[in-house]
């Protein structure tokens, strides 16, 4: 993955818009946040190949990136997101990776499903 | 450490065999038993890709399966199943089901030892309804062809709630080989494999204790 570049990711998002879409959306803490501290409230949440279509879609920010898709009926939304790349099969891939490098957010747009 | 006719080790994720168990494996393999390690999922949603991140969600698994044959090799594992199952979702999938799906693999290999998770003292979920389903499959057996199942446990709690540890194995000799095991899960252990081997040069005891001295849970069916 390279560092997000405001212009290519808008152009990504763009060239996905309004087409039928594969989602994953994810944010995670880690399941062993607890473990490590006790006072930290754990929680995450994902969901993979939502399917779906968007309207537009913008990011936004100074970086970390927020990344907002509106449809029709409702929004997708990410924050936090630092990272791209467009992979072989052409589907967008946004990550936000924390000061220590791991995984904090991933919004993935695909026009087949992830496997 | 009791020699062994087969052993079975059973977890969610690779690399969960590296840390606690790899060294038992190895001085189970020098014994001349044979090991079948069969690892549920992928790692799917692992949190580390490399800083800067070499990895994305999707080629992941494709990592993390390559570095579990590695870890494998080195090990000298000859039988590696992989099942097919997705990180963080072990704990939704049907109960009898899964536990079907163990038992069928415990029946195939006829193991006298079985190794996985205490479940609800191994943190993670995957790790309690891995360790969950593995009591259930081996509960259905009967009494005279069950195995021993030796449990990992490390919840903070672990130790108020089931006591110390019942089996000790000292893995000093084969110390190098189980170092190899954690270093092949690169993607996963780059940063932390660099520190423990400074700590090991360095005698700190607190990681000398847990490196060489593996702990398992005897499990009463």
Redesign the interface.
């Known amino acids: 993955m390279e560092p997000a570049v405001m212009e290519q990711v808008q152009k990504e998002i763009d060239r996905l818009a309004g087409k039928e879409v594969f989602i994953h959306l994810e944010t995670t803490n880690g399941a062993y946040a607890s473990h490590f501290d006790e006072t930290f409230f754990s929680s995450g949440a994902y969901i993979r190949n939502a399917q779906l279509v968007y309207e537009h879609g913008k990011v936004t920010g100074k970086g970390p990136y927020r990344v907002g898709l509106k449809m029709n009926f409702g929004w997708v939304y990410a924050e936090g997101i630092t990272h791209f790349e467009v992979d072989e099969e052409n589907r967008l891939l946004l990550a936000g990776h924390d000061f220590s490098g791991k995984l904090a957010v991933a919004l993935q747009i695909s026009e087949t499903p992830f496997e | 450490m009791e020699k062994e006719r087969h052993v079975l080790v059973i977890f969610p994720h690779p690399d969960d065999e590296a840390f606690g168990v790899s060294g038992t494996i190895s001085l189970h393999i020098d014994n001349g038993t044979p090991v079948t390690y069969a690892c549920l999922t992928l790692g799917e ?9 070499f990895a ?4 992941l ?1 494709k990592i993390r399966k390559e570095e579990l044959e590695e870890a494998a090799r080195v090990l000298g594992i000859q039988d590696l199943r992989m099942l097919g199952y997705r990180d ?1 979702t072990v704990e939704f999938e049907d109960e009898e089901m899964l536990a079907n799906r163990l038992g069928a693999i415990i029946g195939e290999t006829n193991p006298s030892l079985v190794i996985t998770f205490y479940p609800g003292y191994a ?4 790790h309690d309804a891995t360790g969950a389903a593995v009591i259930r499959a081996v509960k259905e057996l009967p009494a005279d062809k069950r195995p021993k199942v030796h449990c990992v446990a490390f ?2 709690n672990c130790e108020e709630e089931i006591g110390q540890a019942d089996v000790v194995n000292d893995v000093s000799a084969v110390i190098d080989r189980k170092i190899a095991a954690i270093k092949a899960h690169a993607s996963q252990t780059q940063l932390m494999a660099a520190n423990m081997e400074e700590s090991i040069k360095n005698q700190d005891p607190e990681v000398l204790a847990r490196m060489y001295k593996e702990r398992f849970w005897t499990y009463k069916i």
């Open positions: 949603m692992g949190r580390n890709m490399g800083n800067p991140p994305t969600r999707e080629t698994p963080k943190v993670h979920p995957d919840s903070n």
